[in-house]
């Protein structure tokens, strides 16, 4: 599908099936949208393959479609990529904070209760800048790590003021510098199949030559923390790694809620029409 082709169906599927607002419609037109077949670099790190089922924007772009669909502006270094008809997609992010050991035991009750608890200030935010509140409902599906493959992976359902729920089923690849955030965002209903066809994308990824989790060397930067702080952010959690598990893993929430928000038909419908 051609760059001009798509641009032409996101604006049609914004204005019929969204009833979406022209001005809205408008923004998304000017994204610069790369189909496939083709690739994406994640920071320089590693590589998604893609084929024409689907489409990346890159940094600037993935910012603004986010913000648009009502999630918090940001300028970090994000990149998305989504199936060609918008079902669902998934941003990806690289986290610069050394060799994560993979030895440690994940408490899924804990973290669970754990990001409860910060999702109230994620919340809180939302509301000051006019943005849709987003409830944590619970797991979609529990933490677990999968040694073979150096992925980490976990579910969770979110729920709208109005009770509307979406999921955002996350990832977290490991390499020898950092890790890779891949989260996507799907609907409730169609989330077997959107999680089955993540996957099957993601079969396409891989870490650049130097960068791969089996390429650790004595003298590499260790982080300072391992698997379950992944869960609620573990970028935020070092400089509170001395003050106990639950104040260290807190601190992570605020930024997972503001990084994806709900899924891109409901949210768009919702908040336009």
């Not at 607002?21 to 320089?44: C, H, R, W």
């Not at 990806?92 to 994560?100: C, P």
């Not at 999702?119 to 944590?136: D, F, H, Q, T």
């Amino acid at each position: 599908m051609s760059a001009l082709r798509l641009t032409c169906l996101v604006f049609s599927l914004l204005l019929s099936t969204f009833n979406a607002q022209a001005d809205v419609a408008e923004e998304f037109a000017k994204l610069k949208f790369n189909t496939g077949p083709s690739s994406t670099e994640i920071a320089g790190r590693a590589t998604l393959k893609f084929n024409e089922q689907y489409f990346s924007l890159g940094v600037s772009d993935t910012n603004r479609y986010l913000e648009l669909i009502g999630n918090l502006p940001s300028t970090a270094e994000r990149y998305l990529v989504s199936t060609s008809d918008l079902t669902w997609f998934a941003v990806f992010d690289y986290n610069n904070v050394g060799y994560v050991k993979d030895d440690e035991e994940i408490d899924a009750d804990e973290l669970l209760s754990v990001l409860k608890k910060n999702n109230a200030a994620s919340n809180e935010r939302r509301k000051e800048l006019g943005i849709p509140i987003m409830n944590l409902v619970g797991w979609s599906t529990p933490p677990f790590y999968n040694p073979d493959t150096k992925r980490l992976e976990w579910g969770i359902r979110l729920a709208t003021a109005d009770s509307t729920e979406t999921i955002n089923y996350s990832s977290r690849l490991l390499g020898r510098t950092g890790y890779i955030s891949a989260n996507l965002v799907a609907d409730i209903e169609g989330f077997q199949q959107q999680r089955s066809e993540f996957n099957k994308l993601l079969r396409n990824f891989e870490f650049n030559s130097g960068e791969k989790y089996s390429e650790f060397k004595e003298g590499d930067k260790v982080a300072e923390y391992g698997l379950a702080a992944l869960v609620v952010g573990g970028a935020a959690a070092a400089a509170l790694k001395s003050k106990g598990f639950i104040k260290l893993l807190g601190l992570g929430a605020l930024a997972l809620f503001g990084a994806i928000g709900a899924g891109f038909k409901r949210l768009v419908t919702r908040k336009n029409g």
